[in-house]
Nanobody, 121 residues
Framework: QVQLVESGGGLVQAGGSLRLSCVASGFTFGVYGLRWFRQALGKEREFVAGSDWDGISTHYAEFVRGRFTLSRDDAKNTVELQMNSLTSEDTGVYYC??????????????WGQGTQVTVSS
């Protein structure tokens, strides 16, 4: 059974940092593309960052480029999102997403339950 469990969300002041973590189980992590999406209240879910299945390329949405960094550790079945210089616009529920042999920003089949990030201005 595929499971993605996020953690690390919380309340932070504008300009601060958070590090999100997603621990995966139930599938062969090394052949899965890994993504982070987010959804703000009243808005559609949007792509934030993603790693191709082989880890060769990492993709970022323009609005987080230079502030967020995605990293994956295949030995620990973990993908993390380091978020710096946070603004109120970054507030939302952040979801871990995965799918086999994914490249680019296409979303995979599997989703975590989400972790809330709230940035106070």
């Amino acid at each position: 059974q595929v499971q993605l469990v996020e953690s690390g969300g919380g309340l932070v002041q504008a300009g601060g940092s958070l590090r999100l973590s997603c621990v995966a189980s139930g599938f062969t992590f090394g052949v899965y593309g890994l993504r982070w999406f987010r959804q703000a209240l009243g808005k559609e879910r949007e792509f934030v960052a993603g790693s191709d299945w082989d880890g060769i390329s990492t993709h970022y949405a323009e609005f987080v480029r230079g502030r967020f960094t995605l990293s994956r550790d295949d030995a620990k079945n973990t993908v993390e999102l380091q978020m710096n210089s946070l603004t109120s616009e970054d507030t939302g529920v952040y979801y871990c997403n995965a799918g086999p042999y994914l490249r680019g920003i296409i979303e995979g089949n599997y989703w975590g339950q989400g972790t809330q990030v709230t940035v106070s201005s």
